[in-house]
């Protein structure tokens, strides 16, 4: 079956580091995307990855090992507004996106 | 990044009404357009994946009759929830996709159906 697993919440301290990861098992592979969700809005697109690696993009950053069917998002020099829930999502071979259930990111001054 | 323009944001209707959502891509042509639900702290559920011109493929679980999804045009799809129940109260989000080599699907505001 389809799968994807990501912490279900994480707290950390501002101005800190974090890295949340997600691993995911589907029916091929087209891609692995980060959303940021606050409370009460719609997604919005932080990161894709579909080759091996780092990408990076300001204070976050995306990894990629497909492999082994594995992502993380890290967060640099964390703010407060940076609280929200990331979610991971793997793109199938029919482009389908397979959603992880989010984690939620408590920051903390 | 292009623009997904969903309406209402926020919307109440008593319950054995029907509720209409609409979905605009605004600067781009989307071939697909994805409908989702969301509960309280849970992640985003699939409803249905509707193609331009054509009907749409609802997930398993998802009454078809109840949730109408239209999509006309290139740049506009509906979702009419129909004889809305309490237990329809959600979040719902809608997001679209240009042509096949497009990777990313851009998201609306989402829409906050509460069913009294």
């Known amino acids: 079956g389809q799968n994807i697993d990501q912490p279900t919440e994480m707290t950390a301290t501002e101005g800190a580091i974090v890295q949340i990861n997600c691993t995911y098992q589907?029916?091929?592979?087209?891609?692995l995307f980060w959303y940021q969700q606050h409370a009460g809005e719609a997604p919005t697109f932080l990161s894709y990855?579909?080759l091996d690696g780092l990408e990076e993009k300001g204070r976050f950053s995306s990894f990629l090992s497909r492999s082994k069917g594995y992502s993380y998002l890290l967060l640099k020099e964390l703010q407060m507004k940076d609280s929200a829930s990331y979610l991971c999502a793997a793109s199938d071979s029919n482009y389908q996106l397979i959603w992880g259930a989010g984690t939620k990111l408590i920051i903390k001054p | 990044g292009a623009v997904v323009s969903q309406h209402p944001s926020r919307v109440i209707c008593k319950s054995g009404t029907s509720v209409k959502i609409e979905c605009r891509s605004l600067d781009f042509q989307a071939t697909t357009m994805f409908w989702y639900r969301q509960f309280p702290k849970q992640s985003l559920m699939l409803m249905a994946t509707?193609?331009?011109?054509?009907?749409?493929?609802?997930e398993q679980g998802v009454e078809k009759d109840k949730f109408l999804i239209n999509h006309a045009s290139l740049t506009l799809s509906t979702l009419t929830v129909t004889s809305a129940h309490p237990e329809d109260s959600s979040f719902y989000i809608c997001?679209?996709?240009?042509?096949?080599?497009?990777?990313?699907?851009?998201f609306g505001q989402g829409t906050r159906l509460t069913v009294v």
């Open positions: 997001s679209a996709k240009g042509g096949e080599g497009d990777t990313e699907a851009f």
């Open positions: 990855n579909v």
């Open positions: 509707s193609n331009e011109g054509s009907k749409a493929t609802y």
């Open positions: 589907t029916s091929g592979f087209n891609g």
